[in-house]
């Protein structure tokens, strides 16, 4: 099993699309039909690949729905071009509705996702030449796979239309349903179990990057704590703490492209710049400041996004003597001129590069810290802050160079958990997540509109004399979940859309 590149190779489809591997023989060299494919180890882990290359793609713009939705980030404001104000921009002011784009992409390119995942497991479960010792990690790695995208999709949507094999017929689509929220738990807990069981612990150079043990078992716990099973979050985390992961002395060492899947790295989606591939990540470019030029990228011939600014809410959030933050972020750009524009921008991606637009940045999913936190909140909600609690807690806090937390209470140290996931998981796509896991609805809208409240009076980037629409940064409880885009109601008239939208 090559290491994972993701060369853009997902040849699933039931017509076939174009392949250039040249271990393929057919007829017509553009096309590869799924009759022909999958006869061996080799053609099975071509299509893992695939798989795992269409991670990239969702993984481009998760930041709109887990980072750019919360109080963690904004936008840096371009009146001159509102060309994202019914897209993207829509996730900062709280005005996402069934019509958005990015909605519709979203649940469009998840469900891509999956269907090429499970034919792939369909393939494999049917292949008779492959050695049932190999073909154990690559179902694992793909169930995995299954167990996340769900995971998210239930996370955004609620009920969601539940697919564990291919349609045969087309008109089979249109008798699916949106299936309550409990069963399509069920099933990531199925997928995921059954991956612990057979993925590795650790993977050779080789194949670095790819899913092993310990992510499955850091997912699992994660889908624990998010359901409230706090006893089953907690015995599932503490199987990771044997399996070799580690803290890294330094907190930027988790974001160097020369260090990637390093010891605390559970599991990352890989990218691969400096080249043509196609596999390069581009998060710097979308995240500096649209005027910044190259004062950030480097490269000054590409416009940056202007996108996930770091807002004043989560600037003023950390604690003096923080190493994190000036990691995470900048709270202003020197531009060509030598002025000092005051704009911040997220510096946790931002490294050298050789070709602009093609930068080489992995980026976190599952870290250790992640595990360590998890961990002392499912402690806590058990039975308060125990010395192991503060343990877990704590090892995180003294690697950022911040004074060790003692003499909490239940409440506080709860408070304290979450306020230290903001931080150390800052512009990672957790904070959406945490707020719901950690909220009501009730409680989420009357968090975020006192968010609101304070970026309204005094707006993290200037806003060149445009007011505020009246419909801006109006939270309410419908919103905790997004809505079914309305392509799909329109699709499937049976597909129940969420309330209020």
């Not at 690949?49 to 713009?61: A, D, E, F, P």
Request: glycine fraction near 6%; include cysteine; charge should be neutral.
């Amino acid at each position: 099993m090559k290491k994972i590149t993701y060369i853009g190779i997902i040849c699933l489809s039931l017509v076939g699309v174009s392949c250039d591997d040249d271990f393929l023989v057919t007829t017509d060299p553009t096309r590869i039909g799924s009759e022909l494919f999958y006869k061996n180890q080799t053609q099975v882990e071509q299509a893992l690949n695939g798989v795992y290359g269409q991670l990239q793609g969702i993984t481009n713009n998760e930041y709109l729905f887990q980072e750019f939705t919360s109080d963690n980030t904004t936008l840096d404001f371009n009146p001159l071009d509102r060309g994202g104000a019914s897209g993207w921009e829509a996730f900062e002011f709280s005005t996402v509705n069934s019509g958005n784009g990015e909605i519709s992409n979203l649940w469009n390119n998840y469900y891509a996702a999956l269907y090429n995942t499970n034919f792939t497991l369909e393939k494999l479960a049917a292949s008779t030449t492959i050695d049932p010792a190999v073909k154990g990690p690559l179902e694992g790695q793909l169930k995995f796979i299954r167990a996340f995208y769900y995971f998210n999709l239930v996370r955004y949507f609620g009920d969601v239309v539940l697919v564990t094999k291919t349609l045969k017929n087309p008109n089979e689509a249109f008798a699916l349903l949106r299936t309550p929220e409990a069963e399509v738990y069920t099933q990531i807990e199925t997928d995921l179990k059954e991956a612990i069981a057979v993925l590795p612990v650790k993977y050779d150079a080789a194949n670095a990057g790819r899913i092993t043990k310990g992510a499955a078992l850091a997912l699992l716990g994660k889908v624990y704590l998010t359901k409230k099973q706090y006893p089953e979050a907690v015995s599932t985390l503490k199987q990771t703490l044997p399996l070799g992961y580690a803290l890294v002395a330094d907190y930027a060492d988790n974001f160097n492209p020369q260090k990637k899947n390093d010891i605390e790295s559970i599991f990352e989606i890989q990218y691969q710049g400096g080249n043509d591939l196609g596999e390069w990540s581009s998060f710097m470019y979308t995240f500096a400041p649209r005027l910044s030029a190259g004062a950030v990228t480097g490269f000054a011939n590409i416009v940056p996004g202007g996108r996930n600014i770091p807002t004043n809410d989560i600037i003023a959030a950390y604690e003096p003597g923080d190493k994190r933050k000036d990691i995470s972020l900048k709270t202003s750009y020197t531009n060509a001129k030598g002025e000092v524009v005051p704009v911040p921008f997220i510096n946790k991606y931002r490294y050298a590069h050789t070709i602009a637009g093609r930068t080489d940045n992995n980026w976190p999913v599952l870290r250790y810290s992640d595990v360590l936190l998890m961990l002392a909140e499912g402690i806590n909600e058990q039975s308060g802050p125990s010395t192991e609690a503060y343990d877990y807690l704590n090892q995180v806090r003294k690697r950022a160079g911040l004074a060790e937390a003692a003499g909490l209470d239940k409440a506080a140290f709860r408070d304290k958990l979450l306020k230290e996931r903001r931080i150390e998981l800052a512009f990672e796509n957790h904070r959406w997540f945490d707020l719901k896991r950690t909220k009501t609805p009730a409680e989420l809208a009357q968090f975020m509109n006192a968010y609101a409240a304070k970026e309204k009076a005094n707006p993290t980037v200037p806003r060149g004399g445009v007011a505020f629409n009246a419909l801006d940064y109006v939270f309410t409880e419908t919103e905790h979940v997004f809505p079914i885009p309305a392509p799909q109601i329109l699709i499937n008239k049976d597909l129940i859309q969420n309330k209020g939208y």
